[in-house]
């Protein structure tokens, strides 16, 4: 039997599909399909060590499809073996020839990109925004180093798209870490979606790059069947970080597909009818060896051996902290809320070792080095540099892999990876991510270190349904250390993502070990008859002074701590009611947050109302102390009082 031979046909098999799935949809992308026809072959007939059946088992090897436009030839492969597929884990069935006619339509599980959440569980995460299939094949394998797992992650990477910085960061942290299990496999055809690729991705360039970076590269012929071969044979036995340069042809098979002008555009008519043709050809080119009775042999995953993740209850945030030795911070009753975050996630980390910990360089700021500093969860903190788009990244891989990944640096920093995490969120991530140095009250820093439209953008997903069908983000801002070490808790509990933010400043105690937190609820802290004011983060402290104020003047007001959007609306909007319809919000961010969620609350309930916003309407400067910031921005008690006065129309 030819092992060469019945690659070219699989390869050329997987080619006639993609062209003709793609016709059928009107749309995807055939000739960066037929590019990797060889390797995609070689991988999922041989190569890889899985089960069609169990697409999804712990154990399994996994292909990471960084270039997720080229999905057509992973789907070609996937029918032709007849790997089980479907939304509902259990009721899925053996994918067909004729699923691939469904391709890119609404009631498909073949999604125009890859997507486990959207009935592939082949796959671990959604890719297609490009640059960041690498991360998450470097959390993957993170976690299969902590599961004692020897399983091996491949990933295919366009040329093109190692333009994007977050391919470095990830080749950076694959040779920091030491993660010889990674393969990342450069698809290098030399073209992008207008034109060839710069120079600079150039098959020679790359390969030169990643020897200076520390990879063992094998540069191949990526449609060679014997070099692909070999490379994979090479790696199952590397100890030390190896890369592939694999030179392809995009459109290979079909000359008449190759070069730009087919990029994300499917073949049909008469165009059609000659690439299969083309294809016809091809074959009888390379394949006359094949016997009737060739056939791959795929090798089965290992048996799973569940590790223990011992799951227990949290002490309280008192225990915790005389258990580290810090009675006397507790007994001060002012402590961050950002070091409150990083005793709870010490103490979560004792009691549930599915938890593990990603930081950028700053843990000694968020606190999240008290994780990292305790022997029992040291080896599950993961120390990612300045590179958080990879963080995010590594975290969807680790999530992928059944851990609960928490996720610190500076609010302001998650910018910088907003990108990837909507990708992590259409993934059904189960991302934890703690901003801290939130909001004006950082002061001295200015605002290129803090964090202002952050709540209006995660406030987006918190509008909408996952796929889970709970809300896409709850945002957190708890107000004192108790709120902050309880949410902990709480957000590790939950299945889906949650971005919580945290503070420099020291905070006093505004509850205690009795007050219960949880996600989509509020906090009264006092009851008025004439508004209410809704405050989250410190600007509850600011309004608990203002109340003192408000109460000489002779105005009654309830205040209340929103430490949680989205919220329940119609508990507000009673006590809104109650006084009268009228409220005032308050945050230390720019608009589109709190103020906007009770805004939408109000005109969604047809109630009469008056509604005063209070946030940040300025671009900031560097202050010593948060009460110059807050004065700078408008936002002090007086302003307070002020701006309540002119909603009730009292002097």
């Known amino acids: 039997m030819s092992f060469e031979a019945a690659v070219h046909a699989q390869a050329l098999e997987i080619d006639r599909l993609a062209l003709e799935m793609t ?26 060590r899985w089960s069609p059946d169990y697409p999804d088992y712990p154990t399994s090897d996994r292909l990471v499809l960084s270039e997720g436009h080229a999905v057509p030839a992973v789907y070609a492969a996937l029918a032709k073996l007849g790997v089980m597929f479907g939304k509902d884990p259990n009721a899925r069935r053996k994918m067909t020839i004729d699923d691939l006619k469904t391709l890119r339509s609404a009631n498909s599980d073949l999604d125009g990109h890859p997507n486990p959440m959207e009935g592939m569980p082949f796959f671990d995460s959604a890719t297609g925004s490009l640059g960041q299939g690498l991360s998450v094949a470097a959390g993957l394998a993170e976690a299969a ?60 360039r790359m390969a030169a790059r990643l020897i200076a970076m ?67 050809q091809k074959r009888m080119e390379l394949t006359s060896s094949l016997g009737q009775g060739d056939a791959f042999t795929i090798e089965p995953p290992a048996d799973m051996n569940t590790p223990d993740v011992a799951v227990g209850d949290m002490p309280t945030l008192g225990e915790a902290m005389k258990s580290m030795d810090m009675e006397s911070l507790y ?51 993961f120390e990612c540099k300045i590179a958080e788009q990879n963080m995010v990244g590594v975290a969807t891989g680790l999530s992928a892999a059944g851990k609960v990944p928490f996720v610190s640096t500076f609010a302001k920093f998650f910018n910088r990876a907003y990108d990837q995490i909507e990708m992590a969120l259409y993934s059904g991530a189960n991302l934890k991510l703690v901003g801290s140095h939130a909001g004006i009250t950082l002061g001295s820093d200015g605002p290129s270190q803090m964090s202002m439209p952050d709540i209006a953008w995660f406030r987006a997903f918190a509008t909408m349904k996952d796929h889970r069908g709970n809300p896409g983000f709850y945002i957190l801002q708890p107000s004192d250390a108790f709120a902050a070490y309880a949410l902990v808790g709480v957000m590790a509990e939950y299945e889906g993502c949650c971005y919580m933010r945290t503070l420099r400043a020291d905070t006093e105690f505004l509850y205690s070990e009795k007050d219960v937190f949880n996600l989509g609820g509020f906090q009264t802290l006092a009851e008025g008859k004439d508004l209410v004011i809704a405050a989250s983060g410190y600007m509850v402290h600011e309004a608990n002074k203002a109340l003192d104020l408000l109460d000489k003047a002779g105005i009654s007001a309830t205040l209340l701590d929103m430490y949680s959007l989205p919220f329940d609306s119609d508990g507000v909007l009673d006590l809104i009611n109650q006084a009268g319809g009228n409220v005032l919000t308050l945050e230390d961010n720019f608009g589109g947050g709190l103020g906007s969620a009770i805004a939408d609350a109000l005109t969604e309930s047809g109630d009469s109302f008056k509604h005063k916003q209070m946030f940040v309407k300025r671009i900031p400067k560097s202050a010593k102390t948060p009460d110059e910031m807050l004065k700078m921005c408008g936002l002090t008690a007086t302003d307070i009082v002020k701006e309540t006065k002119k909603l009730l129309g009292v002097d």
């Not at 749309?27 to 990797?36: D, E």
């Open 23 to 48: 016709a059928a949809a009107g749309s995807g992308h055939p000739s960066s399909s037929m590019g990797i026809g060889h390797l995609v072959t070689v991988l999922l007939f041989h190569t890889m």
């Open 331 to 381: 007994q001060s009753g002012v402590i961050a809320t950002r070091r409150a975050y990083g005793i709870a996630l010490r103490a979560l980390g004792k009691v549930n070792k599915k938890v593990v910990a990603l930081d950028a360089d700053v843990s000694n700021s968020t606190f999240s080095d008290m994780f990292k500093k305790d022997s029992g969860s040291a080896d599950r903190f």
């Open 145 to 204: 180093k902590l599961d004692g797992l020897d399983k091996r992650i491949y990933c295919i990477i366009g040329d093109g798209e190692c333009r994007e910085g977050q391919i470095t960061e990830a080749l950076d942290y694959i040779i920091d870490h030491k993660l010889h299990t990674v393969l990342p496999i450069f698809n290098c055809n030399e073209y992008g979606q207008s034109d060839r690729v710069s120079g600079q991705q150039s098959a020679d």
């Open 214 to 280: 520390g990879f063992e590269v094998k540069d191949i012929d990526g449609h060679n069947p014997n070099q692909i071969k070999s490379a994979f044979d090479a790696f199952a036995k590397t100890t030390k970080p190896m890369a592939l340069i694999a030179r392809t042809v995009k459109g290979w098979g079909a000359e008449s597909m190759q070069g730009a002008s087919w990029h994300g555009k499917p073949a049909t008519g008469d165009a059609l009818k000659k690439a299969l043709a083309e294809l016809d």
